[in-house]
């Protein structure tokens, strides 16, 4: 089983909502990531957790608040977030920490729409 | 600077016969290779790796060769099936900036054609 599960799969917000995004994986895996993909481009890196704990942070607005309770869940808060933030969010889990070498396993994306 | 790199936008091929993907990469400290496939409005899903210690991984119709010298990786797909009609990432890792940080290239649109 390489199932991510990601919840909303679509969200209409407006610029001063606070919404969040959810992803859950079962698959005990130790890193989890989100990524913004626009439309026709590959996706962006926006933050990593490994061992349940933030690794990376790519210089994300802070309007994006990443949270990670478990190893298993992952969240997305957003916040007075800018029509230009509408796009594809996605979340992805590997079995390793960031110093392991493995694939990454992709939901299949909540899209976003900021009006 | 763009450090993955896939020239072809798409590629179009018919049914039954070889669909040859492309990929460059500029970063000689990348040393982990993947490719994605990727409908739309869905998430990219995982079809296959190679470790720079390999020139070769087969996956069924799927294989995957690097040519570390030249900085090159190819995905061939046979036989290609209209199925296989997607957007194909090629990503990169390196060990000393994280082994869990991908690189992805523009993508590839290939066309099945029946």
């Known amino acids: 089983d390489t199932e991510v599960t990601q919840t909303p799969k679509h969200l209409v917000m407006g610029m001063t909502n606070k919404k969040s995004l959810k992803c859950e994986q079962h698959m005990g895996h130790r890193a989890m990531y989100w990524y913004k993909q626009k439309a026709k481009k590959p996706p962006e890196l926006m933050f990593v957790y490994s061992y349940e704990k933030l690794s990376i942070n790519e210089s994300v607005p802070s309007r994006f608040s990443p949270e990670c309770p478990n190893s298993s869940l992952l969240n997305l808060h957003l916040h007075a977030l800018q029509p230009e933030d509408s796009a594809l969010y996605l979340c992805?889990?590997?079995?390793?920490?960031?110093?392991?070498?493995?694939?990454?396993?992709f939901g299949a994306g909540t899209r976003l729409s900021v009006l | 600077d763009q450090q993955v790199k896939q020239n072809s936008p798409s590629l179009s091929v018919q049914e039954g016969r070889i669909s040859i993907l492309n990929c460059d990469y500029t970063n000689s400290m990348f040393d982990y290779f993947l490719w994605y496939k990727k409908y739309p409005a869905e998430g990219p899903t995982f079809l296959i790796s190679i470790s720079s210690i390999k020139d070769k991984n087969e996956d069924g119709r799927f294989t995957v060769f690097l040519n570390k010298s030249a900085k090159h990786l190819s995905l061939h797909i046979v036989p290609s099936q209209p199925g296989d009609s997607a957007v194909y990432f090629c990503?990169?890792?390196?060990?000393?900036?994280?082994?869990?940080?991908?690189?992805f290239g523009e993508g590839t649109q290939l066309t099945v054609n029946p």
């Open positions: 990503a990169a890792s390196a060990k000393e900036t994280s082994g869990s940080r991908l690189t």
């Open positions: 992805a889990s590997s079995p390793w920490g960031t110093s392991g070498r493995a694939a990454q396993y």
